[in-house]
């Protein structure tokens, strides 16, 4: 019923910057958390940051200080704003969010497909 968009992957060098952008479209009544996970290769899949509608914000320990999520509610619409890449944030990045589709109702977990970010000189 939600489709996650995301867009902003790339290739960019150590030091570099890049933002990535997550669009949920579809039956939305809302969505209490949206989150950035990677996953690179060899590796399981980890959560990068998480942010409420509210605005409150949880990250991994290998982005603090590097890494900023944020959201715009009225657009349904998730941010990762990436500083200081380093080459181990290469990865596949995912969109996730927690979606209501009604009130009363338990909401669902959806995806995105993911998107490359390669941090190499």
């Known amino acids: 019923q939600v489709q996650l968009v995301e867009s902003g992957g790339g290739l960019v060098q150590p030091g570099g910057s890049l933002r990535l952008s997550c669009a949920a479209s579809?039956?939305?009544?809302?969505?209490?958390?949206m989150a950035w996970h990677r996953q690179a290769p060899g590796k399981q899949r980890e959560l990068v940051a998480g942010?409420?509608?509210?605005?409150?914000?949880n990250y991994a320990d290998a982005v603090k200080g590097r890494f900023t999520i944020s959201r715009d509610n009225a657009k349904n619409t998730v941010f990762l704003q990436m500083n200081s890449l380093k080459p181990d944030d290469t990865a596949v990045y995912y969109c996730?969010?927690?979606?209501?589709?009604?009130?009363?109702?338990?909401?669902?977990?959806?995806w995105g497909q993911g998107t490359q970010v390669t941090v190499s000189s």
């Open positions: 996730n969010a927690f979606v209501m589709h009604s009130v009363a109702v338990t909401g669902k977990d959806y």
């Open positions: 579809g039956s939305i009544f809302s969505m209490p958390v």
């Open positions: 942010i409420t509608s509210g605005g409150s914000t």
